[in-house]
Protein backbone atom coordinates (compact mmCIF):
# COMPACT_ATOMS: atom_id res chain seq x y z
CA UNK A 1 0.00 0.00 0.00
CA UNK A 2 1.79 3.79 -0.92
CA UNK A 3 2.20 6.09 1.77
CA UNK A 4 0.09 9.08 1.31
CA UNK A 5 0.19 12.25 3.07
CA UNK A 6 -2.15 12.24 5.78
CA UNK A 7 -4.09 15.39 7.04
CA UNK A 8 -1.52 18.17 8.12
CA UNK A 9 1.24 15.38 7.40
CA UNK A 10 2.05 17.39 4.23
CA UNK A 11 5.52 19.11 3.68
CA UNK A 12 4.75 22.18 5.84
CA UNK A 13 5.28 24.86 3.64
CA UNK A 14 2.24 26.89 2.64
CA UNK A 15 0.01 26.57 -0.34
CA UNK A 16 0.16 29.51 -2.05
CA UNK A 17 -1.15 27.96 -5.63
CA UNK A 18 -4.34 29.28 -4.76
CA UNK A 19 -6.05 31.81 -7.91
CA UNK A 20 -7.87 35.02 -7.35
CA UNK A 21 -11.78 34.11 -7.81
CA UNK A 22 -13.51 34.73 -10.83
CA UNK A 23 -16.42 37.12 -9.81
CA UNK A 24 -19.79 35.56 -9.72
CA UNK A 25 -22.11 36.30 -12.44
CA UNK A 26 -24.73 38.81 -10.60
CA UNK A 27 -27.96 37.89 -10.65
CA UNK A 28 -30.94 40.71 -10.05
CA UNK A 29 -32.06 41.32 -6.51
CA UNK A 30 -35.02 39.73 -5.38
CA UNK A 31 -36.99 39.78 -2.15
CA UNK A 32 -39.28 37.01 -2.83
CA UNK A 33 -38.35 34.07 -1.02
CA UNK A 34 -39.95 31.69 -3.61
CA UNK A 35 -37.03 32.59 -6.27
CA UNK A 36 -33.57 31.62 -6.03
CA UNK A 37 -31.37 34.80 -5.26
CA UNK A 38 -28.23 36.14 -3.98
CA UNK A 39 -27.02 39.85 -2.58
CA UNK A 40 -23.99 41.55 -4.55
CA UNK A 41 -20.69 40.83 -4.11
CA UNK A 42 -18.22 43.72 -2.60
CA UNK A 43 -15.44 44.93 -4.37
CA UNK A 44 -14.66 40.79 -5.37
CA UNK A 45 -15.82 39.34 -1.70
CA UNK A 46 -17.93 36.30 -2.81
CA UNK A 47 -21.69 37.43 -2.56
CA UNK A 48 -23.46 37.64 1.23
CA UNK A 49 -24.84 34.67 2.34
CA UNK A 50 -23.94 30.69 3.72
CA UNK A 51 -21.00 29.00 1.59
CA UNK A 52 -21.52 24.77 2.41
CA UNK A 53 -17.34 24.75 1.99
CA UNK A 54 -16.26 20.72 2.41
CA UNK A 55 -12.63 20.35 3.69
CA UNK A 56 -10.01 16.96 3.20
CA UNK A 57 -11.16 14.19 5.10
CA UNK A 58 -7.46 12.98 5.79
CA UNK A 59 -5.26 14.34 2.89
CA UNK A 60 -4.75 18.60 3.75
CA UNK A 61 -4.24 19.15 -0.22
CA UNK A 62 -7.43 17.04 -0.93
CA UNK A 63 -8.98 20.31 -0.73
CA UNK A 64 -10.53 22.68 -3.32
CA UNK A 65 -9.05 26.14 -4.96
CA UNK A 66 -12.54 27.21 -4.52
CA UNK A 67 -12.66 25.98 -1.32
CA UNK A 68 -9.16 28.19 -0.33
CA UNK A 69 -10.09 31.03 -1.59
CA UNK A 70 -13.64 31.34 -0.21
CA UNK A 71 -11.99 30.52 3.65
CA UNK A 72 -9.55 33.34 2.90
CA UNK A 73 -12.58 36.05 2.06
CA UNK A 74 -15.02 35.28 4.32
CA UNK A 75 -16.11 37.07 7.12
CA UNK A 76 -16.30 34.13 9.35
CA UNK A 77 -15.93 30.17 9.04
CA UNK A 78 -18.29 28.56 11.31
CA UNK A 79 -16.62 25.15 12.70
CA UNK A 80 -17.29 22.24 14.58
CA UNK A 81 -13.71 22.51 16.53
CA UNK A 82 -11.96 25.35 16.34
CA UNK A 83 -8.93 23.73 16.34
CA UNK A 84 -9.19 21.20 14.43
CA UNK A 85 -10.15 24.10 11.66
CA UNK A 86 -7.39 26.45 12.86
CA UNK A 87 -4.77 23.67 11.52
CA UNK A 88 -5.83 23.46 8.03
CA UNK A 89 -6.20 27.27 7.61
CA UNK A 90 -3.07 27.98 9.21
CA UNK A 91 -1.55 25.25 7.22
CA UNK A 92 -3.14 26.94 4.31
CA UNK A 93 -2.29 30.75 5.64
CA UNK A 94 -5.90 31.86 5.89
CA UNK A 95 -6.50 34.21 9.01
CA UNK A 96 -10.26 33.95 9.07
CA UNK A 97 -11.82 34.51 12.21
CA UNK A 98 -13.07 30.88 13.19
CA UNK A 99 -16.41 30.62 15.42
CA UNK A 100 -17.17 27.56 17.16
CA UNK A 101 -20.57 25.90 15.68
CA UNK A 102 -21.80 22.26 17.00
CA UNK A 103 -24.46 20.46 19.03
CA UNK A 104 -23.49 22.31 22.57
CA UNK A 105 -23.66 25.81 20.89
CA UNK A 106 -25.00 25.76 17.71
CA UNK A 107 -28.76 26.83 19.10
CA UNK A 108 -26.98 30.22 20.56
CA UNK A 109 -24.89 30.84 17.49
CA UNK A 110 -27.20 30.17 15.07
CA UNK A 111 -28.90 33.21 16.21
CA UNK A 112 -25.92 35.32 15.64
CA UNK A 113 -25.21 33.64 12.63
CA UNK A 114 -28.55 34.53 11.06
CA UNK A 115 -28.38 38.35 12.10
CA UNK A 116 -24.88 38.37 10.75
CA UNK A 117 -25.99 37.13 7.17
CA UNK A 118 -28.99 39.31 7.02
CA UNK A 119 -26.58 42.26 7.40
CA UNK A 120 -24.56 41.34 4.51
CA UNK A 121 -21.86 39.63 6.10
CA UNK A 122 -20.28 36.40 4.36
CA UNK A 123 -20.17 32.90 6.58
CA UNK A 124 -18.89 29.81 5.46
CA UNK A 125 -19.63 26.61 7.42
CA UNK A 126 -17.55 23.60 7.39
CA UNK A 127 -17.10 20.38 9.66
CA UNK A 128 -13.79 18.62 11.38
CA UNK A 129 -13.78 17.06 8.23
CA UNK A 130 -15.23 16.34 4.76
CA UNK A 131 -18.60 17.62 3.67
CA UNK A 132 -20.77 19.53 6.10
CA UNK A 133 -24.26 18.39 7.27
CA UNK A 134 -23.25 14.56 6.73
CA UNK A 135 -24.02 13.53 10.88
CA UNK A 136 -23.76 17.35 12.08
CA UNK A 137 -26.08 20.13 13.00
CA UNK A 138 -25.17 22.22 9.93
CA UNK A 139 -28.61 21.47 8.46
CA UNK A 140 -30.63 23.58 10.89
CA UNK A 141 -28.75 26.56 9.78
CA UNK A 142 -29.28 26.11 6.39
CA UNK A 143 -33.25 25.80 6.97
CA UNK A 144 -32.42 28.85 9.07
CA UNK A 145 -31.17 30.47 5.98
CA UNK A 146 -33.74 29.38 3.89
CA UNK A 147 -36.58 30.80 6.09
CA UNK A 148 -34.31 33.72 6.64
CA UNK A 149 -33.68 34.51 3.01
CA UNK A 150 -30.73 34.17 3.04
CA UNK A 151 -28.36 32.27 0.17
CA UNK A 152 -26.76 29.09 0.56
CA UNK A 153 -24.25 28.18 -1.99
CA UNK A 154 -22.24 24.46 -1.80
CA UNK A 155 -18.71 24.22 -1.99
CA UNK A 156 -18.57 20.93 -2.95
CA UNK A 157 -15.58 18.87 -2.34
CA UNK A 158 -13.50 15.73 -0.39
CA UNK A 159 -16.60 13.16 1.35
CA UNK A 160 -15.74 10.00 3.46
CA UNK A 161 -18.74 8.66 2.39
CA UNK A 162 -18.72 8.86 -1.92
CA UNK A 163 -14.92 7.84 -0.95
CA UNK A 164 -15.61 4.83 0.38
CA UNK A 165 -19.12 3.80 -1.97
CA UNK A 166 -16.60 4.31 -4.72
CA UNK A 167 -13.36 2.29 -3.52
CA UNK A 168 -15.31 -0.19 -2.47
CA UNK A 169 -16.14 -1.78 -6.05
CA UNK A 170 -19.98 -2.85 -4.86
CA UNK A 171 -22.71 -1.15 -7.55
CA UNK A 172 -23.21 2.29 -6.45
CA UNK A 173 -26.09 3.20 -8.89
CA UNK A 174 -28.12 3.10 -5.98
CA UNK A 175 -27.17 3.62 -2.51
CA UNK A 176 -28.38 4.84 0.99
CA UNK A 177 -26.66 6.52 3.32
CA UNK A 178 -27.68 4.86 6.99
CA UNK A 179 -25.40 7.15 9.03
CA UNK A 180 -24.29 6.14 12.28
CA UNK A 181 -26.31 3.32 13.65
CA UNK A 182 -27.24 3.18 17.63
CA UNK A 183 -24.82 2.35 20.27
CA UNK A 184 -27.09 0.12 22.12
CA UNK A 185 -27.19 -3.98 20.50
CA UNK A 186 -31.04 -4.12 20.70
CA UNK A 187 -31.68 -0.81 19.04
CA UNK A 188 -29.28 -1.24 16.57
CA UNK A 189 -30.59 -4.87 15.60
CA UNK A 190 -33.92 -3.06 15.49
CA UNK A 191 -32.25 -0.48 12.91
CA UNK A 192 -30.73 -2.83 10.56
CA UNK A 193 -34.01 -4.71 10.57
CA UNK A 194 -35.80 -1.62 9.10
CA UNK A 195 -33.22 -1.78 6.33
CA UNK A 196 -32.66 -5.22 5.68
CA UNK A 197 -35.08 -4.82 2.41
CA UNK A 198 -34.22 -1.41 1.08
CA UNK A 199 -32.41 -2.86 -2.27
CA UNK A 200 -29.57 -0.74 -2.63
CA UNK A 201 -26.34 -0.50 -1.33
CA UNK A 202 -25.49 0.38 2.12
CA UNK A 203 -23.11 3.22 3.80
CA UNK A 204 -22.61 3.27 7.54
CA UNK A 205 -20.48 5.69 9.55
CA UNK A 206 -18.96 3.84 13.00
CA UNK A 207 -17.09 4.10 15.93
CA UNK A 208 -13.96 1.79 15.83
CA UNK A 209 -14.70 0.49 19.26
CA UNK A 210 -18.31 -0.19 18.12
CA UNK A 211 -17.08 -1.93 14.50
CA UNK A 212 -17.00 -5.51 15.90
CA UNK A 213 -20.38 -5.77 17.20
CA UNK A 214 -22.09 -3.82 14.79
CA UNK A 215 -20.59 -5.93 11.82
CA UNK A 216 -21.34 -9.27 14.08
CA UNK A 217 -25.25 -8.03 14.23
CA UNK A 218 -25.55 -6.81 10.73
CA UNK A 219 -24.38 -10.27 9.69
CA UNK A 220 -27.30 -11.74 11.60
CA UNK A 221 -30.00 -8.96 10.47
CA UNK A 222 -29.12 -8.46 7.05
CA UNK A 223 -27.66 -11.93 6.31
CA UNK A 224 -23.65 -13.03 5.31
CA UNK A 225 -23.86 -10.10 2.20
CA UNK A 226 -20.20 -8.93 0.48
CA UNK A 227 -19.03 -5.61 2.62
CA UNK A 228 -16.39 -3.27 2.57
CA UNK A 229 -14.68 -1.50 5.70
CA UNK A 230 -12.66 1.65 4.57
CA UNK A 231 -10.62 2.97 7.36
CA UNK A 232 -8.41 6.06 8.02
CA UNK A 233 -9.14 7.05 3.73
CA UNK A 234 -6.59 9.64 2.27
CA UNK A 235 -4.27 9.26 5.61
CA UNK A 236 -0.70 7.38 5.64
CA UNK A 237 -2.45 4.36 7.11
CA UNK A 238 -5.19 3.63 5.23
CA UNK A 239 -7.31 0.70 5.21
CA UNK A 240 -9.78 -0.70 2.67
CA UNK A 241 -10.45 -4.06 3.92
CA UNK A 242 -12.94 -6.72 1.83
CA UNK A 243 -15.18 -9.73 2.53
CA UNK A 244 -18.64 -10.82 4.04
CA UNK A 245 -19.92 -9.37 7.11
CA UNK A 246 -19.19 -12.48 9.33
CA UNK A 247 -15.62 -12.55 7.79
CA UNK A 248 -15.30 -9.09 8.75
CA UNK A 249 -16.90 -9.11 12.20
CA UNK A 250 -14.56 -12.34 12.90
CA UNK A 251 -11.28 -10.09 12.25
CA UNK A 252 -12.37 -7.07 14.16
CA UNK A 253 -13.41 -9.26 16.65
CA UNK A 254 -9.98 -10.64 16.77
CA UNK A 255 -7.77 -8.18 16.19
CA UNK A 256 -9.66 -5.51 18.39
CA UNK A 257 -10.85 -2.18 17.55
CA UNK A 258 -8.90 -0.12 15.31
CA UNK A 259 -7.93 3.41 15.41
CA UNK A 260 -9.34 6.02 13.09
CA UNK A 261 -12.04 7.13 11.09
CA UNK A 262 -14.61 4.10 9.92
CA UNK A 263 -16.95 4.11 7.10
CA UNK A 264 -18.72 0.55 6.07
CA UNK A 265 -20.48 -0.55 3.00
CA UNK A 266 -22.46 -3.21 2.68
CA UNK A 267 -23.77 -4.90 -0.60
CA UNK A 268 -27.81 -4.70 -1.00
CA UNK A 269 -29.52 -8.02 -0.70
CA UNK A 270 -31.36 -10.04 -3.29
CA UNK A 271 -35.12 -10.89 -2.76
CA UNK A 272 -36.19 -13.06 0.65
CA UNK A 273 -36.94 -16.61 -0.41
CA UNK A 274 -39.75 -18.15 -0.20
CA UNK A 275 -40.02 -19.79 3.49
CA UNK A 276 -42.80 -22.23 4.92
CA UNK A 277 -44.46 -22.18 8.88
CA UNK A 278 -42.02 -24.70 10.37
CA UNK A 279 -39.19 -22.55 9.36
CA UNK A 280 -40.85 -19.51 10.01
CA UNK A 281 -41.29 -20.94 13.66
CA UNK A 282 -37.57 -22.37 13.91
CA UNK A 283 -36.15 -18.97 13.55
CA UNK A 284 -38.69 -17.14 16.10
CA UNK A 285 -38.16 -19.73 18.70
CA UNK A 286 -34.31 -19.26 18.17
CA UNK A 287 -34.93 -15.64 18.33
CA UNK A 288 -36.93 -15.80 21.42
CA UNK A 289 -34.13 -17.67 23.37
CA UNK A 290 -32.17 -14.30 23.36
CA UNK A 291 -34.27 -11.50 22.14
CA UNK A 292 -37.76 -9.78 23.41
CA UNK A 293 -40.26 -10.49 21.25
CA UNK A 294 -39.91 -6.94 19.45
CA UNK A 295 -36.58 -7.67 18.19
CA UNK A 296 -37.11 -11.41 17.39
CA UNK A 297 -40.15 -10.01 15.08
CA UNK A 298 -37.92 -7.64 13.36
CA UNK A 299 -35.32 -9.86 12.98
CA UNK A 300 -37.31 -12.81 11.50
CA UNK A 301 -39.20 -10.30 9.31
CA UNK A 302 -36.45 -8.70 8.03
CA UNK A 303 -34.91 -12.51 7.49
CA UNK A 304 -37.72 -13.74 5.98
CA UNK A 305 -39.43 -10.76 4.25
CA UNK A 306 -43.19 -11.78 5.73
CA UNK A 307 -45.16 -9.23 7.39
CA UNK A 308 -44.58 -8.36 10.49
CA UNK A 309 -48.07 -8.17 11.75
CA UNK A 310 -48.04 -12.44 10.75
CA UNK A 311 -44.86 -12.65 12.69
CA UNK A 312 -45.22 -10.43 15.28
CA UNK A 313 -49.06 -12.85 15.87
CA UNK A 314 -46.95 -16.04 15.31
CA UNK A 315 -44.72 -15.04 18.06
CA UNK A 316 -47.37 -14.09 20.79
CA UNK A 317 -48.84 -17.61 20.01
CA UNK A 318 -45.09 -19.24 20.69
CA UNK A 319 -44.54 -17.09 24.36
CA UNK A 320 -48.01 -18.25 25.06
CA UNK A 321 -47.73 -22.03 24.03
CA UNK A 322 -43.94 -21.88 25.74
CA UNK A 323 -43.77 -24.66 28.14
Same mark, same amino acid.
Given at each position: MARKDSYLETSGAKTSSRLPSKPVREPSDSTDASKPHQRRARAGRPFAGLYLVATPIGNARDVTLRALDILAQVDVIACEDTRVTGKLMALHGIATPLLAYHDHTAERVRTRLIKRL??????????DAGTPLVSDPGYRLVQACIEANVPVTPVPGPSSVLAAVVVSGLPMDRFLYAGFLPSRAAARRRALAELA? $?? /???VFLESPRRLGPSLSDMADVLGDRPAVVARELTKVFEEVRRGTLTQLALHYRTEGAPKGEVTV? $?? /????????????????LGAALDRLSVRDAVAQVAAATGLPRRKIYDRALKLKRDAP
Amino acid at each position: MARKDSYLETSGAKTSSRLPSKPVREPSDSTDASKPHQRRARAGRPFAGLYLVATPIGNARDVTLRALDILAQVDVIACEDTRVTGKLMALHGIATPLLAYHDHTAERVRTRLIKRLNDGETVALVSDAGTPLVSDPGYRLVQACIEANVPVTPVPGPSSVLAAVVVSGLPMDRFLYAGFLPSRAAARRRALAELAA $VP /ATQVFLESPRRLGPSLSDMADVLGDRPAVVARELTKVFEEVRRGTLTQLALHYRTEGAPKGEVTVV $VA /AGGPPPEIGAEEVERLLGAALDRLSVRDAVAQVAAATGLPRRKIYDRALKLKRDAP
